[in-house]
Nanobody, 113 residues
Framework: QVQLVESGGGLVQPGGSLRLSCAVSGTIFRIYDMGWYRQAPGKERELVAS???????NYADSVKGRFTISRDNTKNTGYLQMNSLKPEDTAVYYCRLSGTIYWGQGTQVTVSS
């Protein structure tokens, strides 16, 4: 079956960096667009960044210039590099194969001093 497994979350100080990974199995990853979402306590889940199967990208205004989405189709893995992190970036981060029911389980990112 299709599985998405996120990793790389944790606690980081403001201004720090984290790199999230999303390992995909059970399907042909390269044919899918992929998105990273986040959900903070008491807030709706929001789309943070998207990468299309040919490599073009989109970002939410709140993360433009700080976050970079990428993918390695040879490793069936997507990535989200997060720099200059702010306390308001604190959330559970999820990856998803765009347009499908397939989501990862989420990884917690906490930005705090």
């Amino acid at each position: 079956q299709v599985q998405l497994v996120e990793s790389g979350g944790g606690l980081v100080q403001p201004g720090g960096s984290l790199r999230l990974s999303c390992a995909v199995s059970g399907t042909i990853f390269r044919i899918y667009d992929m998105g990273w979402y986040r959900q903070a306590p008491g807030k709706e889940r929001e789309l943070v960044a998207s990468i299309f199967n040919r490599g073009s990208t989109n970002y939410a205004d709140s993360v433009k210039g700080r976050f970079t989405i990428s993918r390695d189709n040879t490793k069936n893995t997507g990535y989200l590099q997060m720099n200059s992190l702010k306390p308001e970036d604190t959330a559970v981060y999820y990856c998803r194969l765009s347009g499908t029911i397939y989501w990862g389980q989420g990884t917690q990112v906490t930005v705090s001093s």
